[in-house]
């Protein structure tokens, strides 16, 4: 019963792990499907991180902190779109730069506001913080041969945001593969001037792809500061933004394989926190640090080509020029 103890717990901080990933997957999902690449997730994720943890401490309320973090994503989110949609300029450099700025002003702002070396102020868990939800009869349950821990521990006692997180894939892939919208914006990534010549405005197409894309990044900052930890600390992302970009490739653009990349990422990483210098027979104690790397280890061999031919969208990275 220990070992199972051990599987829920790690499957409990798999899914926990996994959802700042999810989300930032998703965010590049919209971006990237219209056409719209985005270095920049790491970046809005950090500064809507900081915005969620400023406001969060100032305020007292985590909705307020949420609001704040989706609002400086959506920000940032914006600055992107005018710089690869309106002026047709080189996506990759903007969301770099992008990435660059949040890293840099985060560290100066929180500093200068909060005098405690770039951190915000720990959040008290009185409505400052998402805290944990009990879902029904989950303390009844418990007891229970393996129903009990499976529900009352894997499958309760998350914050909102992590099942908004999972809700999330299933209305990607409806509004995807649903609706109008999902059609003409899989159509804009594909060929833009199949879209422009149906009377469709590529270029408002493209930046509601983008403010999607900023919405969902502040929901995975958020949920960085103000669910998952007590407050904002310096580079709290450490690269989660980039793993999500690699979740998404690996996941060949589709919401459900997203879920599933992202669980794996989520998986190693808690294995990685778990079995931190652990001892193997004829082999002994492995390091932590190659633990901790575990993840960025499979990252590193994904995008080097072990996952088959991923295609992306064909106008993907093009900024796309009217036709007179």
């Known amino acids: 019963m220990d070992y199972f103890s051990t599987i829920i717990l790690v499957l409990d901080s798999t899914v926990r792990l996994s959802v700042p990933l999810l989300f930032a997957s998703l965010a590049g999902l919209y971006s990237e499907r219209s056409g719209v690449f985005d270095i920049g997730l790491e970046g809005k994720m950090l500064a809507g991180a900081f915005a969620g943890g400023a406001a969060a401490a100032v305020v007292g309320s985590a909705w307020i902190g949420l609001a704040a973090a989706v609002a400086i994503s959506i920000f940032f989110a914006l ?9 047709r300029g080189n996506q990759i450099v903007s969301g770099v730069a992008i990435n660059f700025i949040a890293a840099g002003s985060t560290i100066i702002l929180g500093q200068a506001w909060f005098r405690q070396g770039g951190r915000t102020p720990a959040l008290p868990s009185d409505g400052s913080r998402f805290t944990e939800i009990k879902l029904p009869f989950a303390d009844t349950v418990r007891d229970v041969p393996v129903f ?11 914050s909102i945001l992590v099942y908004l997180a999972f809700l999330t894939v299933p209305f990607t892939w409806w509004v995807l593969f649903r609706t109008r919208f999902g ?33 969902l990044c ?54 990685a926190i778990r079995f931190s210098g652990i001892r193997i027979p004829a082999v002994g104690e492995v390091p932590p640090q190659f633990m901790q790397a ?25 900024p796309y020029v009217k036709e007179r």
């Not at 821990?149 to 998350?158: A, N, Q, R, T, W």
């Not at 960085?224 to 600390?233: P, T």
């Open 294 to 318: 575990l993840p960025y280890i499979l990252t590193v061999v994904l995008l080097a080509g072990f996952i088959g031919k991923a295609i992306p969208p064909k106008a993907g990275g093009q």
């Open 148 to 158: 009990g821990p499976i529900y009352s521990e894997l499958i309760s006692g998350h």
């Open 79 to 87: 600055v992107h779109g005018f710089a690869s949609i309106t002026h």
């Open 183 to 215: 059609l003409r914006l899989r159509a804009v990534g594909e060929n833009p001037a199949a879209v422009d010549t149906a009377g469709i405005s590529v270029t408002w197409l493209r930046y509601r792809a983008v403010i999607l894309a900023g919405v």
């Open 218 to 271: 502040g929901f995975a900052g958020a949920y960085l500061s103000v669910a998952q930890n007590a407050g904002f600390v310096k580079d709290m992302t450490a690269g989660k933004g980039f793993i999500a970009l690699a979740a998404l490739i690996f996941a060949k653009w589709r919401p459900v394989n997203v879920m599933l990349a992202c669980l794996l990422f989520g998986f190693l990483d808690a294995v």
